[in-house]
């Protein structure tokens, strides 16, 4: 399927993140992960992450399925990421079902089931306490 593009924050790297991750590259010949910024986490989730995001850039970039990384620093910019990058596929997170359809004019837009039972905030939950 050629070149496959993923979005994501990735803070506090988890089994979750990896899988959509191997998913995700198993549908093209190569993945393209955009991390999003410190400052759009800030806006998405009203909190900093707990990693930079120089952090998680690179400890995306590191994975064996990844073949590249780049900074989404707005949710308004997909269209252009998608072109720029020149993607075949957009694949998400079932938590954002229908919201990505609007691209289907210039790649297949995919959404995979979330893997159960774990999330960032319930580790960060767990971690406090
Ligand atoms: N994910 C998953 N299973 C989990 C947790 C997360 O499959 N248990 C997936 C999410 O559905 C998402 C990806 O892992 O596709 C990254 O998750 P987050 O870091 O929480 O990404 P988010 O903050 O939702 O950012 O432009 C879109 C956003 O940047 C997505």
């Not at 400890?59 to 910019?77: G, K, M, P, Y």
């Given at each position: 399927m050629g070149t496959v593009l993923t979005f994501g924050t990735f803070d506090v790297f988890h089994v979750g993140h990896l899988r959509i991750l191997e998913r995700a590259a198993a549908l093209g010949d190569r993945l393209i992960v955009g991390v999003s910024s410190d400052d759009l986490n800030i806006s998405k989730k009203g909190r900093a992450p707990v990693f930079p995001q120089g952090e998680r850039l690179q400890?995306?970039?590191?994975?064996?399925?990844?073949?590249?990384?780049?900074?989404?620093?707005?949710?308004?910019?997909k269209r252009h990421y998608l072109s720029e990058y020149d993607a075949d596929l957009l694949a998400m997170g079932d938590d954002w079902r229908g919201r990505f359809d609007e691209f289907a004019d210039i790649c297949k837009v995919v959404y995979f089931e979330r893997t159960p039972a774990i999330s960032t905030t319930a580790l960060i939950e767990k971690i406090r306490l």
């Open positions: 400890l995306v970039a590191a994975l064996r399925c990844v073949d590249a990384v780049f900074l989404e620093e707005s949710l308004q910019l």
